[in-house]
């Protein structure tokens, strides 16, 4: 009997050892394949398909900042939100930059940068993204709400950088105003594909070259402006 027991007990251990080499070299093997595998395709890039609690919250506020007063509105609003932010995020998590090859910019001759890399990729989101988005946005809201949730996107930029321009060009007219502003709405909807502030903030630079080449085709010449107002500053 005690030998039945004793060989039952070794062959339970010699079948623990079996296991346990054959996970050691299955896990061997596995690492071995992790390491040959595309690492944009393999490791977890943030990538999901529910939005993130900090998504959710910032719809909820944007939704709330619109004083709607209809839940069922407020509702496939915030759904619609939260999901265009989830939809932005994994766009920008599973392209990086390294898509792109390094190189120069065609119309500067210098060197791309990595934030210009991955604005170039980030731009390569299909345009329904952003296309369908802004049509169920307007199904629930006017103009003037589209444009509030527009703003909440961009953090305001438009009117913090009109202001400046104000400031910068204290005598600009009606329709220098006119332009330069339709000019900063427009890098608004553009930058509405992209996920953080830095990206953001180079589409709007476009936007503030172009509207300062306004001014130098018709009749003045920003240089000047701008040196003016920094001297007013300094003086103070």
Request: charged share 30%.
């Amino acid at each position: 009997m005690n030998l039945i027991r004793n060989s039952k007990n070794k062959f339970m251990r010699y079948l623990m050892m079996v296991i346990v080499l054959s996970c050691v070299s299955f896990s061997y093997t596995y690492a071995q394949t992790i390491t040959r595998e595309d690492a944009k395709t393999f490791i977890e890039k943030d990538i999901s398909n529910e939005p993130t609690k900090q998504q959710v919250k910032k719809a909820d506020e944007w939704v709330g900042s619109l004083d709607l007063s209809n839940r069922t509105k407020e509702q496939r609003l915030r759904v619609l939100i939260a999901g265009y932010l989830k939809e932005i995020r994994n766009w920008h998590n599973s392209h990086s930059f390294e898509d792109v090859p390094a190189g120069i910019n065609p119309k500067t001759g210098e060197a791309l940068t990595d934030l210009d890399r991955q604005i170039i990729i980030d731009s390569s989101i299909p345009d329904s993204v952003h296309d369908d988005f802004m049509k169920d946005l307007r199904k629930d809201l006017d103009q003037k709400q589209v444009e509030i949730i527009m703003d909440k996107y961009t953090i305001g930029k438009v009117d913090f950088t009109f202001s400046a321009y104000k400031t910068i060009v204290p005598d600009m007219t009606q329709e220098e105003g006119k332009v330069v502003l339709e000019y900063l709405k427009q890098a608004r909807a553009k930058a509405m594909i992209y996920k953080n502030m830095k990206e953001i903030s180079a589409i709007f630079e476009i936007y503030k070259t172009k509207s300062e080449n306004y001014f130098n085709t018709h009749g003045r010449n920003w240089r000047d402006i701008y040196q003016a107002y920094y001297e007013k500053v300094n003086s103070k």
